[in-house]
């Protein structure tokens, strides 16, 4: 088991570092010099060379990796060009927090909804109600997010007034109205893994109703809802973590362009920012953020495993 | 009764015809769907034919008309130009840029997943990490690493966009490589002294070519949503171009009081991706064994 998972774990930092040799390549290869850049209208031929000096940047490549990695590792990021502030702290403690805190809530939404959601509609396989859902489905996991969180904005912040359309507020200082500010990007951000996990539910579902332990749960005679809500649910967990493990880089992505629409200052706004003003260094620091979540979380899934499948347990 | 008569005109066409029928028939969404991605292609195409207005002109006199204006069936922006023949201009970016950019992704998903599958050892270790990494970022992450180097433009988001997608291409084209690999007769073409490239060109590639067709026509949609995800951003294509994700992005900032600014694009392009998604799993489920009933 510990060998499993340390095996997993030298994976995933081995994808890491290649992210990261990646990145630092790009980075290099962006157009612009960034001692340009920063001596701005003080330029002269003794300043841009001690700058270089400075900054490492007459050492050969390979060198500037290392010490690139080095700062990265122990969270010294540099400074942003543009804010003049550490991009450590921007990134962590300003930004970081606001996508989390999106990416948890429309997480929690889809699986809240989206699961009973299959559920109900595998139970009542070709009825009406499980035709909406496949229609809806289909709707969701193809409609634009930004496109839906401008209509939302339009329905429930201008015509019916019911929710701020716009910033963030945090929930654990205000927790209302954290709460207020973040259900229209929370539903704009859900719609597609709802969507996702409603079609997933009940594919599973209505091939685990199926196997013969079901049916031998039915013969001793317990009720419905148990069969469906215990014996059944408990068989979809697996490929359910799989799916939500996978479709994390969409969360992540689509969190991009809900924190646009909702001008919330998180991840998303930091790189989208860092484009316009040729600020390479966040980029990098945003990719390497994403890159990280992303494999964390699929190691974590990957960890799961065993826990969630009695049978994959290594003996 | 009805039905029977239905069945004997049928019945006299010729058998190619019976058979279209009988497949629109039992895949009605299917046909709906490909009818209205052949609709918004056309349109792309025939754009100066088709728009009522040529997408830069502004109306001096109607700066944001609701729609059923006169002269403008679907209302103008903030800059007096009209909504209907930008959203068919904008028909051919979009297109151009999905398809251009699933062109890319899948030739460089075939370079890169042969050579993961048909090599062995360190090469292949090494592709395969490489194959990780790109697989670690979310396409439209990737994109705007792409778009921060290469700039903006039409051309410069085929190019991210693309190399966004070639990580998924070549996983599947590496997977499908290394099915063929140990098929029989793969292995007799080798027993019979066939040259391995020989192999590879005319038994491995060919039966790779077609899988990637089909899982080319499924990324198209998400290739339009990921470059109009980028467009939106303000990092994609540059204003005036009448670009979907642009014309959102110009229409969010009045929705309270133009709601169509934004809608008019935004409709065209939900259609457009819901059609597109209709058609890639139609297309998946005719030709994918497992999948079919």
Request: glycine share 8%; with cysteine; charged share 10%.
């Amino acid at each position: 088991m510990l060998l499993f998972a340390a095996g997993k774990v030298l994976q995933t930092l081995m994808v890491l570092l290649i992210v990261s040799v990646v990145s630092f390549t790009l980075l290099k290869l962006a157009p612009g010099d960034p001692i340009q850049i920063m001596l701005g209208t003080e330029n002269s031929p003794e300043a841009y060379a001690s700058l270089m000096k400075q900054l490492g940047l007459d050492r050969p490549m390979v060198e500037q990796y290392f010490h690139w990695l080095k700062n990265f590792v122990t969270g010294d990021w540099g400074v942003s060009y543009v804010g003049k502030a550490p991009i450590f702290q921007y990134a962590f403690v300003e930004a970081l927090p606001v996508t989390l805190t999106l990416a948890a809530s429309a997480l929690a939404l889809s699986i809240l909804i989206g699961v009973p959601l299959g559920v109900l509609s595998a139970t009542r396989r070709g009825s009406g109600w499980d035709a909406i859902t496949s229609v809806f489905t289909l709707t969701g996991t193809s409609f634009p997010s930004f496109y839906l969180g401008i209509l939302l904005i339009w329905l429930f912040g201008v015509k019916l007034g019911l929710f701020p359309t716009m910033g963030f507020v945090a929930p654990w200082n205000d927790f209302w109205g954290g709460v207020a500010h973040m259900t229209l990007p929370a539903i704009t951000l859900s719609i597609y893994f709802l969507a996702m996990i409603v079609r997933m539910t009940r594919a599973n579902l209505i091939e685990v109703l199926e196997q013969p332990y079901i049916a031998a749960a039915r013969a001793r005679g317990e009720p419905n809802w148990r069969v469906v809500w215990v014996h059944g649910l408990r068989n979809i967990l697996m490929p359910l973590v799989t799916i939500l493990g996978l479709q994390l880089g969409a969360l992540l992505q689509g969190a991009v362009l809900t924190e646009t629409v909702f001008s919330l200052p998180g991840i998303g706004q930091m790189i989208t920012n860092a484009v316009l003003n040729r600020e390479y260094g966040i980029v990098q620091a945003g990719v390497m953020i994403t890159a990280c979540l992303f494999i964390t979380t699929n190691l974590l899934v990957d960890l799961a495993y065993p826990y969630l499948d009695p049978r994959l347990r290594p003996r | 009764m009805v039905d029977l008569s239905a069945d004997v005109t049928l019945s006299k066409q010729p058998a190619r015809v019976s058979a279209i029928l009988a497949f629109a028939r039992s895949n009605i969404f299917f046909v709906i769907a490909a009818t209205v991605v052949a609709i918004f292609v056309l349109s792309a195409v025939f754009a100066p034919l088709v728009a009522p207005h040529p997408p830069l002109d502004q109306d001096m006199a109607a700066f944001m008309s609701p729609p059923l204006t006169e002269s403008h069936v679907l209302g103008t922006d903030s800059f007096g130009r009209d909504l209907l023949s930008r959203t068919i201009y904008g028909a051919r970016y979009a297109l151009a840029i999905g398809f251009g950019a699933v062109l890319i992704g899948a030739m460089g998903g075939l370079i890169i997943g042969m050579a993961a599958g048909l090599s062995g050892g360190v090469t292949e270790w090494a592709l395969m990490r490489f194959i990780d990494a790109l697989l670690a970022l979310p396409s439209l992450i990737m994109a705007i690493a792409f778009i921060s180097i290469l700039g903006q433009g039409v051309d410069k988001v085929i190019l991210a966009v693309g190399v966004a997608l070639i990580g998924p291409f070549s996983r599947t084209v590496r997977a499908d490589v290394l099915q063929i690999k140990a098929q029989a007769f793969v292995e007799a073409a080798g027993l019979m002294g066939v040259k391995r490239l020989a192999i590879i060109w005319r038994h491995i590639l060919p039966n790779v070519i077609f899988p990637l067709a089909v899982q080319a026509t499924i990324r198209v949609s998400y290739a339009v949503l990921v470059s109009s995800g980028l467009s939106f951003l303000g990092i994609g294509v540059a204003p005036p171009t009448p670009d979907w994700g642009l014309m959102i992005a110009e229409g969010r900032s009045f929705v309270s009081f133009a709601p169509w600014i934004a809608g008019v694009p935004g409709t065209a392009l939900a259609i457009l991706l819901i059609a597109l998604s209709i058609v890639g799993d139609g297309v998946r489920e005719h030709f994918d064994p497992k999948l079919r009933k």
